[in-house]
């Protein structure tokens, strides 16, 4: 619900704005991660059983993840974006921390660290609107 405050109404649409447009994609990447484990393309690692070991251990964590999160932003529950931090994490650990294993994807990271820093500014100019007029809730 949208509050009759006109500064909070705008950073209320931009932040459901924001966790619904995130939410779709994160679904989609799950399925995308899905598509990997079941084989639907031929290709390296686009099978389970033929992955190496590391990719075995992460593809089904982020297949389930990735949806959950989704579904969790897309609903603007606060949970959502606490999967969100978990997979940014995990993305980052493989992305960055072993390129040589996982493939270095920089942009991945860096779409993750960059929407979950503007969600952490509309979150917080919302904390500082409340504060700011004690009065409303």
């Not at 399925?31 to 290709?43: E, M, N």
């Amino acid at each position: 619900m949208i509050s009759r405050d006109p500064d909070g109404a705008l950073n209320r649409i931009l932040t459901v704005g924001l966790c619904r447009i995130v939410g779709l994609a994160l679904f989609g990447m799950g399925l995308v991660y899905w598509t990997r484990l079941i084989g639907v393309f031929d290709g390296d690692l686009w099978r389970f059983d033929l992955m190496p070991v590391w990719w075995r251990a992460a593809a089904p964590t982020l297949a389930v993840i990735y949806p959950v999160a989704g579904i969790g932003l897309w609903m603007t529950a606060s949970w959502g974006t606490v999967v969100w931090v978990l997979i940014a994490a995990i993305e980052g650990v493989m992305r960055l921390g072993f390129p040589h294993l996982f493939g270095a994807e920089p942009l991945v990271v860096g779409l993750h660290v960059a929407g979950l820093a503007f969600l952490a500014v509309l979150r917080a100019f919302a904390a500082f609107e409340r504060r700011r007029r004690p009065g409303r809730s």
